[in-house]
C-alpha cells in the first residue's frame, strides 16, 4: 500500500459523457501528479499539481482539467468522453526534496 | 523529444534462471533513472532510483545499474512471484518519462 488512493476503483460510462476522478496523495506529500495507461501509449504524463497550483502539463487533452483542492486532493475531470479514452488513470505524489514518485490503485474508464 | 525504451517487450524465464532487463534512455538533463515494477490492473510500486552512472541498487533478487545511456535490471535466480511487468522512466523535469515496460514470466 504506497498510502495514495484513488477513487472510484472502476468506472464505466458511455460516449460524450463527464466524469471525475479523485486522488488523495499520501499524507505530508504536495505534489500530485496524473498518468494515464493504455494498452498503445503506455503510461503518459498528463498533469503535475504542487500545493494547489498546475507545475507543468504532459499529453493533456483540452477535454481534460485537473484542480488540486486546499486539503491536496485532486480531481480530474474528463469531458465529452471517447472510446479512446478508455484507459488506467493514476495518480502519483511525492515529499518535498525527494524524487521518488508513489502510485496509488489507479482507477480503471471505460467508455462504451 | 525525450525517449524511454525497453527491451525486451515479453521475457519468459525458468524459475532460477538468471537473466537482465534492458532500459536505454536518450533525454537532455537526467534527474534520475526510476524502476518500477506492476502488476496486472495495479499501480507501480517503486523499487529503485539511480542518478549517475557507475551506481547500482540492490533488492533482493533485484539489482539495478545505470551508465550514460542504458539501465539494466538484473534479476538472479527468479521466483514465479517475481513475475509482473518492470518499468523504467527518466527523470527531466518533475514528471517521468515511462518505457514500454517488459513483460517478465518465471515459470516454476
Known amino acids: 500500500d504506497s498510502g495514495v488512493t484513488q477513487t472510484p476503483k472502476h468506472l464505466i460510462t458511455a460516449t460524450g459523457q463527464r466524469v471525475t476522478l479523485r486522488c488523495s496523495p499520501r499524507?505530508?506529500?504536495?505534489?500530485v501528479y496524473w498518468y494515464q495507461q493504455s494498452l498503445d501509449q503506455g503510461l503518459q504524463f498528463l498533469i503535475h499539481?504542487?500545493?494547489?497550483?498546475?507545475?507543468a502539463k504532459g499529453n493533456i487533452l483540452e477535454r481534460f482539467s485537473a484542480q488540486q483542492f486546499p486539503d491536496l486532493h485532486s480531481e480530474l475531470n474528463l469531458s465529452s468522453l471517447e472510446l479512446g479514452d478508455s484507459a488506467l488513470y493514476f495518480c502519483?505524489?511525492?515529499?518535498?526534496?525527494?524524487?521518488?514518485?508513489?502510485f496509488g490503485p489507479g482507477t480503471r474508464l471505460t467508455v462504451l | 523529444e525525450d525517449q524511454v525504451t525497453q527491451s525486451p517487450e515479453a521475457l519468459r524465464l525458468q524459475e532460477g534462471e538468471s537473466s537482465s532487463l534492458n532500459c536505454s534512455y536518450t533525454?537532455?538533463?537526467?534527474?534520475?533513472l526510476f524502476w518500477y515494477r506492476q502488476d496486472p490492473g495495479k499501480g507501480p510500486e517503486f523499487l529503485f532510483t539511480?542518478?549517475?552512472a557507475g551506481e547500482e541498487k540492490e533488492k533482493e533478487r533485484l539489482k539495478a545499474t545505470l551508465t550514460k545511456k542504458e539501465s539494466f535490471l538484473h534479476i538472479t535466480a527468479p521466483k514465479p512471484e517475481d513475475s509482473a511487468t518492470y518499468l523504467c522512466?527518466?527523470?527531466?523535469?518533475?514528471?517521468?518519462?515511462f518505457g514500454g515496460g517488459t513483460r517478465l514470466m518465471v515459470k516454476p
Open positions: 502519483a505524489s511525492n515529499r518535498e526534496g525527494l524524487d521518488e514518485q508513489f
Open positions: 499524507s505530508g506529500d504536495l505534489s
Open positions: 499539481y504542487y500545493n494547489g497550483e498546475e507545475r
Open positions: 533525454v537532455s538533463g537526467l534527474r534520475g
Open positions: 539511480l542518478y549517475s
Open positions: 522512466a527518466a527523470r527531466t523535469e518533475p514528471e517521468l518519462t
